[in-house]
């Protein structure tokens, strides 16, 4: 088991996320879903579902740069596709739309 499990390490470790990163990722997934017990209902280890949801994460950025890439963008939080121009009239009617039917759940 031992020996498995540093080998899944070694596994965790590659992929475009930053190892240090990953791996820190990893080990607090494994720590959640073993305090949660969220193993229990499928009897899988934590370490198998922690490496599955860091594979997620991972196809989903893969997924988004594919994206971008797709419609020539570069979406990042300091640019015009993430900042609304006041002026936008499809902005407004979209966030009005958004925050009245938030508030009529409340």
Do not use: H
């Not at 240090?20 to 997934?29: C, I, Q, T």
């Not at 979406?75 to 006041?86: A, D, G, Q, R, V």
């Amino acid at each position: 088991m031992e020996e498995e499990f540093k080998a899944f390490m070694g596994e965790v470790k590659k992929g475009p996320m930053d190892s240090g990163r990953k791996v820190e990722l990893f080990k607090k997934m494994q720590e959640i879903l073993n305090q949660t017990c969220s193993e229990n209902a499928s009897n899988t280890p934590d370490f198998i579902l922690a490496k599955y949801l860091i594979t997620c994460l991972e196809a989903f950025n893969e997924a988004v740069v594919r994206r971008d890439d797709w419609y020539n963008v570069n979406l990042e939080p300091t640019n015009s596709y993430f900042i609304p121009k006041e002026s936008d009239e499809e902005y407004k009617i979209r966030t009005e739309n958004i925050s009245s039917s938030y508030t009529n759940k409340q």
